[in-house]
């Protein structure tokens, strides 16, 4: 099984600021990695997938990179609605699908 | 629009059962992989068990492999999940979501909540 590790567990920003997210794999998964948002009382949203690849309608401030075993989300200037848990998913050699375990980003 | 509405959650009690449906609409059901993924109170998120577009191929995470079975109707565009011999931990909001790739969830359903208590 494939451990995902996501870093920080929370992160505090402020309105305007650049928030960086770390998500690690205890194994190479290549690019086969995507990145959610979930609000309290939603269900998670695909933001990122292909490691780098943004999803329809997301904006241009979320980018994703890495691959192998090291990925980072970036939101380059944090919106109010940006405020929420991020989950990291890997989709190589599985079963299992693994999610990490979230980051926080609050104010 | 794509929409997924999951149904059947309800208070069961440790060793019962219950079966979730999943209704798709706005897209060909019968085109898409798709899951289940449970998220336990204030826990992050579990990838529960998958289905090919057919129905051929099917996927269980350990934690619920020989109680949980996961089943398709692409006649009536609905996903199922039979839950049998029900604990504790099971305790979850239950989401069905398509699969795009291989295999990432490009849709999510609102979830339906399972407690599992006495």
């Known amino acids: 099984e494939i451990v995902m590790t996501q870093s920080p567990a929370t992160l505090s920003v402020s309105p305007g600021e650049r928030a960086t997210l770390s998500c690690r794999a205890s194994q190479s998964v290549y690019s086969n990695l995507a990145w959610y948002q979930q609000k309290p009382g939603q269900a998670p949203r695909l933001l990122i997938y292909?490691?780098?690849t943004r999803a329809t309608g997301v904006p241009a401030r979320f980018s994703g990179s890495g691959s192998g075993t090291e990925f980072t989300l970036t939101i380059s200037s944090l919106q109010s609605e940006d405020f929420a848990v991020y989950y990291c998913?890997?989709?190589?050699?599985?079963?299992?699908?693994?999610f990490g375990g979230g980051t926080k980003v609050e104010i | 629009q794509v929409q997924l509405v999951e149904s059947g959650g309800d208070l069961v009690k440790p060793g019962g059962s219950l079966r979730l449906s999943c209704a798709g609409s706005?897209?060909?059901?019968?085109?898409?992989?798709m899951s289940w993924i449970r998220q336990a109170p204030g826990k992050g998120l579990e990838w529960v068990s998958y289905?090919?577009?057919?129905?051929?191929?099917?996927y269980y995470a350990d934690s619920v492999k020989g109680r949980f079975t996961i089943s398709r109707d692409n006649a009536k565009n609905s996903l199922y999940l039979q839950m049998n011999s029900l604990r504790a931990e099971d305790t979850a909001v239950y989401y069905c979501?398509?699969?795009?790739?291989?295999?990432?969830?490009?849709?999510w359903g609102q979830g339906t909540l399972v407690p599992v208590s006495s």
């Open positions: 998913q890997h989709y190589n050699n599985w079963p299992p699908l693994t």
């Open positions: 979501a398509r699969g795009h790739g291989w295999i990432y969830f490009d849709y």
């Open positions: 292909g490691a780098s």
């Open positions: 289905i090919s577009s057919s129905g051929s191929t099917i």
């Open positions: 706005g897209f060909t059901f019968s085109d898409y992989y």
